[in-house]
């Protein structure tokens, strides 16, 4: 394969999305083979938020959670371009 053609492979699986916590913004490109748990880290550190809180935290993109941590962003279809949003993980009724 040719550097060209590698580059342009590579290219193909990246897309930049914008995390968007308390009104704050953060934009940067992500493989989509990159689990939702590296994109949170990635997030709560840009916004100054202890990294050690990602199980803590949840990605929503429109009426959609990404819950599952080990999933990557291909997983959920997130598009290039996508937004979104930041948020503490809900606590569960009885937990």
């Known amino acids: 394969m040719t550097v ?3 580059a342009l492979e590579k290219s193909k699986n990246v897309i930049t999305i914008t995390i968007i916590n ?3 913004r953060y ?3 992500f493989n989509v083979h990159e689990k939702v748990r590296k ?3 990635d997030g709560l550190k840009a916004f100054g ?3 050690s809180q990602v199980p803590n935290y949840i990605l929503r993109y429109g009426n959609v959670n ?3 941590h080990e999933r990557s962003l ?3 279809n997130i598009p290039s371009g996508a937004e979104l949003i ?3 993980r809900q606590a569960r009724a009885g937990a």
């Open 86 to 88: 930041l948020a503490p």
């Open 27 to 29: 934009t940067d490109s």
């Open 22 to 24: 308390d009104g704050n």
């Open 74 to 76: 291909q997983d959920y």
């Open 39 to 41: 994109v949170i880290h």
């Open 49 to 51: 938020i202890d990294v």
């Open 4 to 6: 060209e053609a590698e």
């Open 66 to 68: 990404l819950d599952d």
